[in-house]
Structures are given as structure tokens and as C-alpha cells.
């Protein structure tokens, strides 16, 4: 896979909950960390974000466990940006062990342009078009994830 490398680091020991591995809320700062990167990646940096008065806000966030990660376990994040429109941008975080080469868990998100004085969504440049564009076409080859779009559900309901 040819997906933009957007974070690396290590499970560290303030990270680690009572059951002796990472604990949840971590997985979403290494996500936070990731999906700041990508967003400097496609000229949503500070400097646009200054000069143009916005910022961005996720409007809905999913995440998978899919192997635990304990302390001390070198990490990696890939980011694939699955698609956009004039306001919103929707991509896909995966967060692997790095000398296991484990999948450990995944984040999709959906984030918002938004105004920061308006507080109100609105149009990216034609800029960051054009860049989310060149991302995509540069993937384009990538699979689907498997993970996208998932529900959270029992495959039985408990009896009424």
C-alpha cells in the first residue's frame, strides 16, 4: 500500500490502564496526532488555518480494537483519505504495531471546514481541492477498507 505515513511513536507508561495495555483514550490522542499531520499534508497547517480563519471539526469518529498494544510498543499510522466534498472530508486511520506488523486498531472520521469566527461550515480553498485530488489519485489503486462504514451491534437482541 502506498498510504501517507502519519505518525509514528511508542506506547508510553502514562498511556497504560489497569489492564496493563494502552488504554483507549490513547489510541484517540495517537488518531489526533495522525489527523493533524494529514491535515498539514493536505495545506490545512497553521498557516492556513491563520491566514484563512478556519479550522477543522470532527463530525463523527469510529474506531476498531483489533489487537491489544502494550507498553513500550513501537507504533505507526497510516492515513488513506476515502473522499470529500465542498465542506467535509472523510478518511481512514490505521495504527499498527511496527516491528510486528499487526493491524492494532483503526479510526474512521468524517471532519468539517469550518469558520472560526462564523463557527459555520464552509468551502475549502480551491487549493486543498485540488490537493485532496492529487492524494486520492495517488492511492487510487488502494483498496476499500474492510473496516468503513461499520455498525455497532449484537447479532441478537436480548429477549423484550
Same mark, same amino acid.
Given at each position: 500500500?502506498?498510504?501517507? !505515513?502519519?505518525?509514528?511513536?511508542? +506506547?508510553?507508561?502514562?498511556?497504560?490502564?489497569?489492564?496493563?495495555?494502552?488504554?483507549?483514550?490513547?489510541?484517540?490522542?495517537? =488518531?489526533d496526532?495522525?489527523?493533524? &499531520?494529514f491535515?498539514d499534508?493536505c495545506g490545512?497547517?497553521?498557516?492556513?488555518? $491563520?491566514?484563512?480563519?478556519? /479550522?477543522?471539526?470532527?463530525?463523527?469518529?469510529?474506531?476498531?480494537?483489533? &489487537?491489544?498494544?502494550l507498553?513500550? /510498543?513501537?507504533?505507526?499510522?497510516?492515513? $488513506?483519505?476515502?473522499g470529500?466534498? %465542498?465542506?467535509?472530508?472523510?478518511? =481512514?486511520?490505521?495504527l499498527?504495531?511496527a %516491528?510486528?506488523?499487526?493491524? #492494532? #486498531?483503526?479510526?474512521?472520521l468524517?471532519?468539517?471546514? +469550518?469558520?472560526s469566527?462564523? &463557527? &459555520?461550515?464552509?468551502? =475549502?480553498?480551491? #487549493?486543498?481541492?485540488?490537493?485532496?485530488?492529487?492524494?486520492?489519485?495517488?492511492?487510487?489503486? +488502494?483498496?476499500?477498507?474492510?473496516?468503513?462504514? !461499520? +455498525?455497532?451491534?449484537?447479532? /441478537?437482541?436480548p429477549p /423484550?
Amino acid at each position: 500500500m502506498n498510504l501517507l !505515513r502519519t505518525w509514528e511513536g511508542t +506506547v508510553l507508561p502514562q498511556w497504560i490502564d489497569r489492564n496493563r495495555h494502552l488504554n483507549v483514550g490513547y489510541y484517540m490522542v495517537v =488518531f489526533d496526532e495522525a489527523t493533524t &499531520r494529514f491535515f498539514d499534508l493536505c495545506g490545512l497547517d497553521d498557516k492556513h488555518r $491563520q491566514r484563512h480563519g478556519i /479550522a477543522t471539526f470532527s463530525a463523527e469518529s469510529h474506531a476498531t480494537y483489533e &489487537r491489544e498494544l502494550l507498553e513500550g /510498543a513501537p507504533l505507526y499510522i497510516t492515513t $488513506q483519505l476515502l473522499g470529500w466534498s %465542498e465542506k467535509k472530508v472523510h478518511y =481512514f486511520h490505521r495504527l499498527f504495531h511496527a %516491528e510486528e506488523g499487526y493491524l #492494532a #486498531a483503526t479510526n474512521e472520521l468524517l471532519s468539517l471546514h +469550518v469558520s472560526s469566527t462564523e &463557527r &459555520r461550515t464552509c468551502a =475549502f480553498a480551491p #487549493a486543498i481541492l485540488e490537493r485532496f485530488q492529487e492524494l486520492h489519485d495517488s492511492i487510487r489503486d +488502494v483498496p476499500w477498507p474492510t473496516r468503513v462504514g !461499520r +455498525v455497532i451491534s449484537l447479532s /441478537a437482541r436480548p429477549p /423484550a
